[in-house]
């Protein structure tokens, strides 16, 4: 979506990568200790590591050695209380992790487990579907259709039994209905969902969220109904709208409303991650999207909506993550503590 004014952040491979690293290293920390503390153990200085939200306020699991909480000790030691404190309101959040490229088993395992060690559900995004973000700024994924089954017959097998909420391949379905993606691979990419789709719902712990664009991109919702049906969305749980977007959660809602009744009657959760603010109007295609100055942290995830047919509010998008190297930003996926600060400054 990089290059789309309603498009999903992109984060480019290192990152994800680099995902695979810290999972390996929460999966021989909960294989070979027993203690809490040994668990949290970083390179980085830390303080007091954010605890667990109350199960019922949200039953995600809070990663204790995640960047907002290695950034806001490291902060503390250099005597920045007040920006400690304001990153420290993204740290105390539990927030997606995505799923990279390398190792998809130990990294899904890594992170399901520490999930399972502190009695929480993991939350996790998938992200590999071949000819990803249709050769654009993420551009990448699987090299073909089998690669892509066995990256996610990997992935589930990490998951296992444990208790896990995926959001499925930001952007695969909308890239297709807005013509990003070329017509040749529409009926692959199809399959390839439907078939993750159960895969990944013959786990006996794992709910399924087909993403399904925003508010501002594929309109009307009726348009999404069709791509959603035929990859799957009756054997998920529901669909994913807002994923590292600005919508507000009132429009997404609106949206995701007059869908689900096109769908079954499917529920649908919501990416409050930035949207506290809602969307930067009346900007170029580029400002609206990428590092938009004045946006905000929105609702802490917690599936206490207050609306029967939306599941949780979520934190998919990793506030503090550049966009990409815009408006002097850091690659896409890199931390980027101004904007991080910025967000958290401006949340209500």
Same mark, same amino acid.
């Given at each position: 979506?990089?290059?789309?004014?309603?498009?999903?952040?992109?984060?480019?491979?290192?990152?994800?990568?680099?995902? $695979?690293? *810290? #999972?390996? %290293?929460? @999966?021989?920390?909960?294989?070979?200790?027993?203690?809490? =503390?040994?668990?949290?153990?970083?390179?980085?200085?830390?303080?007091?590591?954010?605890?667990?939200?109350?199960?019922?306020?949200?039953?995600?699991?809070?990663?204790?050695?995640?960047?907002?909480?290695?950034?806001?000790?490291?902060?503390?030691?250099?005597?920045?209380?007040?920006?400690?404190?304001?990153?420290?309101?993204?740290a105390?959040?539990?927030?997606?992790?995505?799923?990279?490229?390398?190792n998809?088993?130990?990294?899904?395992?890594?992170?399901t487990?520490?999930?399972?060690?502190?009695?929480?559900?993991?939350?996790?995004?998938?992200?590999?579907?071949?000819?990803?973000?249709?050769?654009?700024?993420?551009q990448?994924?699987?090299?073909?259709?089998?690669?892509?089954?066995?990256?996610?017959?990997?992935?589930?097998r990490?998951?296992? $039994?444990? *208790? #896990?909420t %995926?959001i @499925?391949?930001?952007?695969a379905?909308?890239?297709?209905? =807005?013509?990003?993606?070329?017509q040749?691979?529409?009926?692959?990419?199809?399959?390839?969902?439907?078939?993750?789709?159960?895969?990944?719902?013959?786990?006996?712990?794992?709910?399924?969220?087909?993403?399904?664009?925003?508010?501002?991109?594929?309109?009307?919702?009726?348009?999404?109904?069709?791509?959603?049906?035929?990859?799957?969305?009756?054997?998920?749980?529901g669909?994913?709208?807002?994923?590292?977007n600005?919508?507000?959660t009132?429009?997404?809602?609106?949206?995701?409303?007059?869908?689900?009744?096109?769908?079954?009657?499917?529920?649908?959760?919501?990416?409050?991650?930035r949207?506290?603010?809602?969307?930067?109007?009346?900007?170029?295609?580029?400002?609206a999207?990428?590092?938009p100055?004045?946006?905000?942290?929105?609702?802490?995830?917690?599936?206490?909506?207050?609306?029967? @047919?939306?599941?949780?509010?979520?934190?998919?998008?990793?506030?503090?993550?550049?966009?990409?190297?815009c408006?002097?930003?850091?690659?896409?996926?890199?931390w980027?503590?101004?904007?991080?600060?910025?967000?958290?400054?401006?949340?209500?």
């Amino acid at each position: 979506m990089y290059g789309s004014s309603t498009g999903t952040t992109r984060r480019v491979r290192g990152v994800l990568a680099r995902a $695979g690293a *810290a #999972a390996g %290293v929460l @999966l021989l920390l909960a294989g070979c200790s027993s203690s809490s =503390d040994e668990s949290r153990r970083t390179d980085t200085p830390t303080a007091t590591p954010p605890s667990q939200l109350p199960k019922t306020q949200s039953p995600f699991w809070v990663n204790p050695d995640g960047t907002a909480a290695k950034m806001a000790a490291r902060l503390r030691q250099d005597g920045k209380k007040q920006d400690a404190e304001l990153i420290s309101k993204i740290a105390a959040q539990p927030v997606a992790e995505w799923i990279g490229v390398d190792n998809p088993e130990s990294q899904t395992r890594g992170f399901t487990e520490a999930a399972a060690k502190a009695d929480r559900d993991a939350l996790l995004v998938l992200y590999d579907i071949p000819h990803r973000d249709c050769g654009q700024y993420s551009q990448g994924g699987a090299s073909d259709g089998d690669a892509y089954r066995s990256w996610l017959d990997q992935a589930a097998r990490g998951i296992g $039994g444990r *208790a #896990a909420t %995926v959001i @499925l391949e930001p952007d695969a379905l909308p890239h297709m209905e =807005d013509g990003c993606t070329p017509q040749q691979f529409h009926e692959e990419r199809f399959a390839l969902l439907k078939e993750a789709v159960g895969k990944l719902k013959a786990l006996p712990r794992t709910k399924v969220y087909l993403d399904a664009g925003n508010p501002s991109w594929v309109t009307p919702a009726d348009r999404m109904a069709d791509p959603l049906k035929r990859a799957g969305i009756d054997q998920a749980d529901g669909f994913a709208l807002n994923v590292s977007n600005f919508q507000t959660t009132a429009d997404s809602k609106d949206y995701g409303h007059r869908l689900s009744r096109l769908v079954g009657g499917k529920h649908f959760v919501i990416d409050t991650s930035r949207n506290g603010n809602g969307p930067l109007s009346g900007a170029d295609h580029e400002k609206a999207w990428c590092n938009p100055s004045g946006r905000a942290l929105g609702a802490p995830p917690t599936t206490r909506t207050g609306d029967s @047919l939306v599941d949780a509010y979520l934190w998919v998008k990793r506030p503090g993550e550049s966009d990409g190297s815009c408006k002097g930003g850091p690659d896409a996926g890199e931390w980027w503590e101004t904007y991080a600060l910025e967000l958290a400054r401006n949340a209500r």
